[in-house]
């Protein structure tokens, strides 16, 4: 079983709806990072998180240290949102470990 | 100008050729990463940095070795290239607070 999980893996939305994706972790961790991997490779990173939330624009990351979850939400969802959206968590040996990512699609 | 370059962007080459994959940044950051994407998979450290004089393997360094030669600098070379490293290589850096890390574009790499 990965340390960290995805779900979904691939997401198709209609612009304008509110997207959910979300990521759980089975290692302890001292932050969890969004980032977003776009179709031309690059990858940035979105948020960083140890506790709370964070909102970035439409942008808003959620995490829930006690259940080892943290959730991505895009309102508004536009086309150009459409990305990988990668889950990463900073466990011990300050190393981050990786989710497989989850591939959203927003159609016009 | 981007904070984090890799060269080449792009190469082919044949089984057991060596190969140099070259990161730069301009960041001042510390730490330097080598990490490896494969289709279905999450990145995959390969080599990491916390200084010029700190070299650390990750979880697949085998059949990769890395040299830092300056703080700005982190090289891979792949001593004997094999087809099932064909993969997008990325270099990423951080300055350790939470290690938010900012990547290089990544290469692409294809070994025949």
């Known amino acids: 079983k990965n340390e960290v999980e995805q779900s979904p893996q691939n997401l198709t939305a209609q612009e304008g709806e509110f997207i959910t994706i979300n990521c759980s972790y089975s290692?302890?961790?001292?932050?969890l990072h969004w980032l977003q991997q776009h179709p031309g490779g690059g990858i940035v990173s979105l948020f960083m998180?140890?506790?709370g939330k964070k909102k970035h624009g439409r942008l808003i990351a959620t995490i829930n240290i006690q259940e080892k979850h943290s959730s991505l939400h895009i309102t508004a969802s536009h086309p150009r949102d459409s990305a990988v959206y990668i889950c990463a968590v900073l466990g011990g040996g300050n190393k981050l470990i990786f989710g497989t990512g989850t591939l959203l699609a927003v159609q016009p | 100008d981007a904070d984090v370059t890799q060269t080449p962007r792009n190469r082919i080459t044949k089984t057991g050729k060596r190969i140099m994959l070259e990161c730069s940044q301009t960041k001042g950051h510390d730490r330097m990463y080598w990490y490896r994407q494969d289709p279905g998979l999450g990145l995959q450290l390969i080599y990491y940095s916390f200084d010029v004089k700190d070299i650390n393997k990750g979880e697949i360094s085998d059949g990769y070795s890395v040299s830092r030669q300056a703080q700005a600098k982190f090289s891979l070379s792949l001593e004997s290239a094999i087809p099932n490293q064909t993969a997008l290589y990325f270099c990423?850096?951080?300055?350790?607070?939470?290690?938010?890390?900012?990547f290089g574009p990544g290469t692409r790499l294809t070994v025949l």
């Open positions: 998180l140890s506790s």
């Open positions: 990423a850096t951080s300055d350790g607070r939470g290690d938010t890390q900012y």
């Open positions: 290692v302890g961790i001292s932050a």
